[in-house]
């Protein structure tokens, strides 16, 4: 049995532990103990600060601590359902971890507020329960995908689109034009949904002959892109080449997912994605539409080299001539990023096209006549190629676009088939591909 005094002390004592956790549960810095089998999601606020400064003059003063951080849902109509359980602070590198309770759900985003100051961003990945996920870095340029991509849950669009594709188009110079113009956010959103129903539409034709298993393994494939492609930006330096070569690497992990149907089919697709926005953006603003443009254009120079280049290999061709190629693929991707309207993209791709039928014609060198033949056939005045332009031409019909395309694809494929009597069927078939991939601007 306790004395009086030894009681006493127990009783300090108590009191002491007591007050001590009350304290804890009650500080800021915090909040609870983490729970190792909750949900979480690693973010930062981009330190960068560029576009902020351009778009909110009040980031240069509050910075990247201490803003207040949870993560949210989106809802149907649009509205943002707290997720978190707890409301954590950045610290002074601008980094969170925040915790749900959640697992396996998706259409997430994460808020953060400092001030006057918001920034969000699109979390890709499903949360897991004992797992932590990555956003990418919390920016100006991710508050305006985050805005669209609400908007988008808002009209039923939420399993239309991959996040990832969102935040490939909107760049940082899309996201300047597109702040606080409803209207040019609403022209964005018309041309990003119709060319993604135009590339899922196209998927499902028969040319493609894509199976069912096919189609599951590239989604699956396309969903862990998408979170390497996430947690590739938020340990990037923030630095427009640091995001570019996170952009490459997530097209490539993308390339990888269609290996068993070939990379070209991945660019016929993305061309009809692209010819798709182009022309149903034609009534947006200029500078949105050109910023939107190159972006869409260099994705989809990244992956026409990728696939020009498996299919140069396929025909026979030597390092020096893939290195050629690779070389003129380079040069596309530079000359979009550096253009200064569609006119010049498109001289880009002419110039492209030049240089790849010289190399096709070394590697199939007994065959280089017929192979200028078979170009000139498709460029000229009455051509399969003039047909395409004709139909595609402003066309806003999404049938009629992908139509078009699947027409002057066959059309070449039998031509050159037809032309390329005694060729081996691989090589015949790389021409083919090579052809229809270098005339597709």
């Known amino acids: 049995m306790l004395n009086i005094n030894e009681r006493k002390n127990f009783l300090i004592t108590c009191i002491t532990i007591f007050a001590s956790i009350f304290l804890a549960s009650c500080s800021k810095d915090n909040p609870i103990e983490p729970d190792s089998s909750a949900a979480k999601v690693a973010g930062r606020i981009s330190s960068s600060g560029g576009l902020q400064k351009t778009i909110s003059s009040s980031f240069a003063q509050d910075g990247v601590q201490g803003a207040t951080v949870m993560l949210a849902q989106v809802q149907a109509d649009g509205s943002l359902k707290t997720v978190s359980t707890q409301n954590i602070q950045t610290d002074a590198a601008g980094k969170f971890v925040v915790e749900t309770n959640l697992n396996g759900a998706s259409n997430l985003v994460v808020v953060a507020t400092k001030g006057a100051t918001e920034w969000k961003a699109i979390v890709s990945s499903k949360v897991q329960s004992g797992s932590t996920v990555y956003a990418p870095p919390l920016s100006a340029e991710s508050t305006e995908e985050a805005n669209v991509y609400v908007k988008l849950v808002s009209q039923g669009h939420a399993g239309d689109f991959d996040e990832a594709d969102l935040k490939l188009l909107l760049n940082s110079q899309a996201a300047v034009f597109i702040h606080g113009n409803s209207q040019a956010q609403a022209d964005f959103i018309n041309a990003f949904q119709a060319s993604v129903q135009a590339t899922i539409q196209a998927s499902s034709n028969s040319y493609f002959g894509f199976s069912s298993s096919q189609i599951q393994m590239m989604m699956h494939s396309k969903a862990d892109a998408e979170a390497g492609f996430d947690t590739d930006l938020y340990n990037s330096s923030d630095t427009d080449a640091d995001n570019e070569n996170c952009r490459n690497n997530y097209e490539g992990n993308i390339l990888n997912a269609y290996a068993g149907a070939n990379a070209y089919t991945y660019a016929e697709l ?49 390092d020096t001539q893939i290195n050629s190629v690779s070389s003129a693929g380079s040069v596309l991707y530079a000359s979009i990023k550096n253009s200064t309207d569609l006119n010049q993209i498109a001289s880009a791709f002419v110039q492209y096209r030049s240089a790849v039928k010289t190399q096709i014609q070394v590697t199939l060198s007994s065959y280089a006549s017929i192979i ?37 694809f066959s059309a070449v494929k039998t031509t050159t088939q037809a032309s390329l009597a005694g060729a081996s069927s691989t090589q015949v078939n790389a021409a083919s591909q090579i052809l229809i991939l270098s005339n597709m601007n």
């Open 270 to 318: 993305m061309r009809i994605g692209v010819t798709t926005f182009i022309n149903a953006s034609a009534s947006m603003n200029s500078n949105l539409r050109l910023a939107i443009a190159k972006s869409f254009y260099t994705r989809y120079a990244f992956v026409l080299n990728f696939a020009m280049k498996q299919q140069f290999q396929a025909a026979g061709a030597t």
């Open 372 to 408: 200028d033949t078979i170009d000139s056939s498709i460029n000229g005045t009455v051509s399969t190629k003039s047909v395409l332009n004709t139909t595609i031409g402003g066309s806003i019909s999404l049938d009629a676009i992908i139509n078009a395309y699947i027409t002057f």
